[in-house]
């Protein structure tokens, strides 16, 4: 049995939880289009006969601007602690530059086998990939160097077998049918929040998180925080149509966690939560 952890790194909106999600093979991180979507560590459990893979998916590397995002980088540094190996993404559609190289210095530093995944192939042309992969080449001393789309599986099986060699014998770390540390009310929170991200725009998704009150046989209750009133009437939506829409949405998934229908009941609050200690504590922030 050969068990281990990989952390998942790069620059914010590189596609590193759809990644994840990918070697995993089920959905265990939210994605969207705007960065720094993913707000804390999670793992990603990739169960083989003979294998366990946990993956390490982390918030993108950035400079923190308030205690929300000072906690964010503190967790992406703490993270490389205990790792076998590091799996470094990079997005093949935009030019590999400064930022990357900053996350490349800091992860090859590590010392730790560093494996290259130049993600979001599909669709481009063989040039531009096999371009995009020699400057990746240039990032540093790495073990192995892979084209890969996490959004149609291309070169996904060739990676996590590449992965998994890096990993030393030992005990499995979850249970084999376990694919996620996040509890189911971190999950359903994590869904619902999804949605809202993906239905506005501008300054709202940033200031949106999602606190799970109950999930009872019938009915799952949540309450989705913003930090202004503003927000809060872009959220609501003309005579609720956008909170309605966010949590048809997210209904389908989160009745998939718990198991049976519900009524997904959301409710709309104003806290500037971002930077206040308590309340990231109890969103696990």
């Not at 929300?68 to 990079?90: K, N, P």
């Not at 809202?196 to 606190?211: D, G, I, K, Q």
């Not at 048809?248 to 009524?263: I, K, M, N, Q, Y």
Request: aromatic share 4%; hydrophobic share 45%.
């Amino acid at each position: 049995m050969k068990s281990g952890f990989v952390a998942v790194a790069g620059r914010p909106n590189v596609g590193k939880s759809t990644l994840v999600n990918a070697l995993c093979g089920e959905k265990i991180a939210i994605t969207s289009k705007v960065p720094n979507t993913t707000r804390r560590r999670i793992f990603g459990v990739a169960n083989g006969p003979d294998y366990q893979l946990a993956l390490v998916d982390l918030p993108g590397f950035q400079r923190p601007l308030d205690t929300l995002t000072e906690r964010m980088q503190a967790t992406v540094d703490s993270s490389f602690e205990d790792v076998d190996a590091v799996l470094l993404v990079v997005d093949a559609r935009e030019r590999i530059g400064a930022g990357d190289r900053f996350v490349a210095r800091r992860v090859f530093e590590l010392g730790k086998p560093v494996i290259i995944a130049v993600n979001k192939v599909d669709r481009l042309k063989a040039g531009h990939v096999l371009s995009q992969m020699k400057a990746a080449a240039e990032l540093g001393g790495f073990h192995a160097l892979h084209p890969v789309s996490a959004i149609t599986k291309d070169g996904i099986g060739e990676l996590r077998d590449d992965l998994v060699t890096l990993l030393p014998e030992g005990p499995a770390f979850f249970g084999h049918e376990q694919a996620t540390d996040l509890t189911v009310e971190e999950r359903v929170g994590e869904v619902i929040r999804e949605k809202a991200l993906r239905l506005t725009r501008e300054e709202v998704p940033h200031a949106v998180t999602v606190a799970v009150d109950e999930i009872g046989e019938k009915v799952v209750r949540a309450f989705v925080y913003v930090e202004t009133e503003s927000q809060k009437g872009i959220l609501v939506g003309k005579k609720g149509a956008m909170v309605r829409e966010i949590g048809t949405r997210a209904r389908p998934e989160v009745e998939a966690l718990v198991g049976h229908p519900v009524f997904l009941e959301l409710q709309v609050k104003v806290r500037r939560w971002r930077r206040d200690p308590k309340m990231l504590e109890r969103l696990g922030l």
